[in-house]
Every structure is written in structure tokens, then in C-alpha cells.
């Protein structure tokens, strides 16, 4: 079986930095996915991580730590645009992906 | 990156009809596909992965008679919803993955009247 753990809701203020974590029970893996979608839309990829420790694109970072089962996304410099629900999905070796239940991150002004 | 197109993005139906999305890998060859459905602020439930010219292998609790899966080619994957009712009312979203990415159709948001 599989487990995933994320906060429901998170609320930040433009330009803050947020974090949000995963965490995860998944019987193989192989890395940790962090998708974004908006509402009404489709989600896109965000960041894979296979190693342990942080990758960082742009605004966005991720990070994983494989003995903790532990990895969350790190987003600065806030803007109204990163209000979207986040979705982390581990890796099993299935093409599929399972997502967690997701968090909804609002921006406020 | 990868594009995959889905049709139609919104769909009202009668309860009883039947209905039919289109997911296409459009710039990619995709011998398998993703069906996932979404009810409102809640996260995407895989239904079944979708395997070119072979059957469609469900999720546990998805009925396979219900929701009729059809991959006939590298680029073409399609979902029926049959006898739609209104609990059937959800954004139905398509994905094949590319590497270590999945990319996602636009969605299709059915409403069964």
C-alpha cells in the first residue's frame, strides 16, 4: 500500500517563502514528483527528485530525503500566480502516478 | 515538453447517455496512458492506465463496465463513461508520461443532468 501526507492549506503573503512538505509510505521508490495545478486546470510538472537533497529551478526548490521518506517544495518570492493546489507523488516504479491528497497554497497580497 | 491534447473540455449529457473523451499525445508516441478523475478541491484519483492494443487495467472500485477504456494507437486513448448519472459528475483528465513527467490532457469537466 501507499500513504501520502501533506498539509491541506497553506496562506503566505506575496513575496514570502512557503514550504511544503510530504511525507510518504510507498512499498518502492524511486523519487518524489511535485506537481502544481490551478484551479479548473491541468497540473503540470514542477520538479523529480531521485537523489537525496535540494534541486532548485528558478523560484522553486525541492527536496528529499530518501531515509526519512520525507521531501517537501520550497517556493520564495511569492506571487499571486503560485495560488494552486501542489501535489506531491512518489515514484514506485509503476508508470502511473498516485497523488497525495494535495495542498492549497493562497497567496494573499 | 511533451503535449497532450483532450476533447472535449466540457461536456453536459442527459443521465442515461453515454459519453466519450479523446486523449492524444500529440508530438509523442504514448503506448500507455492515464485516465484520472478529480471531484472539486480534492486530489486526482487514478481510475486505470490505458495500454496501447491490449486491455486497460482499473484501479480497484473502478468499474470496467462503466468506464470503457480504448488505446487503438500510439497517439489515441479513449474514455466512455456509460450510462452516465449524475454521480458520475466529476473533471475526467488524461496523462502520459514522458521520463520521469507526466503531462496531462486539459481535462474534461462532465455534467450528467
Known amino acids: 500500500g501507499q500513504s501520502l501526507e501533506q498539509p491541506s492549506e497553506v496562506t503566505a503573503v506575496e513575496g514570502a517563502i512557503v514550504q511544503i512538505n510530504c511525507t510518504y509510505q510507498?512499498?518502492?521508490?524511486?523519487?518524489l514528483s511535485w506537481y502544481q495545478q490551478h484551479d479548473g486546470g491541468a497540473p503540470t510538472f514542477l520538479s523529480y527528485?531521485?537523489?537525496?537533497g535540494l534541486e532548485e529551478t528558478g523560484r522553486f526548490s525541492s527536496f528529499l530525503s530518501r531515509s526519512d521518506s520525507y521531501g517537501y517544495l520550497l517556493l520564495q518570492e511569492l506571487q499571486m500566480k503560485d495560488s494552486a493546489s501542489y501535489f506531491c507523488?512518489?515514484?514506485?516504479?509503476?508508470?502511473?502516478?498516485?497523488f497525495g491528497s494535495g495542498t492549497r497554497l493562497q497567496v494573499q497580497p | 515538453g511533451a503535449v497532450v491534447s483532450q476533447h472535449p473540455s466540457r461536456v453536459i449529457c442527459k443521465s442515461g447517455t453515454s459519453v466519450k473523451i479523446e486523449c492524444r499525445s500529440l508530438?509523442?508516441?504514448?503506448?500507455?496512458m492515464f485516465w484520472y478523475r478529480q471531484f472539486p478541491k480534492q486530489s486526482l484519483m487514478l481510475m486505470a492506465t490505458?495500454?496501447?492494443?491490449?486491455?486497460?487495467?482499473?484501479e480497484q472500485g473502478v468499474e470496467k463496465d462503466k468506464f470503457l477504456i480504448n488505446h487503438a494507437s500510439l497517439t489515441l486513448s479513449t474514455l466512455t463513461v456509460t450510462s452516465a448519472h449524475p454521480e458520475d459528475s466529476s473533471f475526467y483528465i488524461c496523462?502520459?508520461?514522458?521520463?520521469?513527467?507526466?503531462?496531462f490532457g486539459s481535462g474534461t469537466q462532465l455534467s450528467v443532468l
Open positions: 496523462s502520459a508520461r514522458a521520463g520521469e513527467k507526466l503531462f
Open positions: 510507498t512499498s518502492g521508490f524511486y523519487g
Open positions: 490505458s495500454n496501447e492494443g491490449s486491455k486497460a487495467t482499473y
Open positions: 527528485n531521485a537523489l537525496d
Open positions: 507523488a512518489p515514484d514506485t516504479g509503476r508508470r502511473a502516478l498516485t
Open positions: 508530438d509523442f508516441q504514448a503506448t500507455t
